[in-house]
């Protein structure tokens, strides 16, 4: 059984930085792209950032350049690491593996980011 452990989250002041890690079990994630979701309350879960087995990442207009996907396929690992947090980040952060540009499989509990003064 495959299963997504999320963490790193916790409340920051806007400006600040948090990486996330995901660790995966019960799976070799080295030939999977592998994504970042975050969802908002009251809004729909959505994918911020994706990194393919080659280690090329696209990301989303609104994390561009401020966040950073990396991964680690020995230790079965995918990290995020946000930068220049902002107010409207707050959510509760995913990762999955992903077919094409779909999420694949179950979800793991999420990590919350709280981003305020």
């Known amino acids: 059984q495959v299963q997504l452990v999320e963490s790193g989250g916790g409340l920051v002041q806007p400006g600040g930085s948090l990486r996330l890690s995901c660790v995966v079990s019960?799976?070799?994630?080295?030939?999977?792209?592998m994504g970042w979701y975050r969802q908002a309350p009251g809004k729909e879960r959505e994918l911020i950032a994706r990194?393919?087995?080659?280690?090329?990442?696209v990301y989303a207009d609104s994390v561009k350049g401020r966040f950073t996907v990396s991964r680690d396929n020995a230790k079965s690992t995918v990290f995020l690491q946000m930068n220049s947090l902002k107010p409207e980040d707050t959510a509760v952060y995913y990762c999955?593996?992903?077919?094409?540009?779909?999420?694949?499989?179950?979800w793991g509990q999420g990590t919350q980011v709280t981003v305020s003064s």
């Open positions: 990194i393919t087995s080659s280690s090329n990442a």
């Open positions: 999955n593996r992903m077919a094409g540009l779909q999420p694949w499989g179950s």
């Open positions: 019960g799976s070799i994630i080295s030939g999977n792209t």
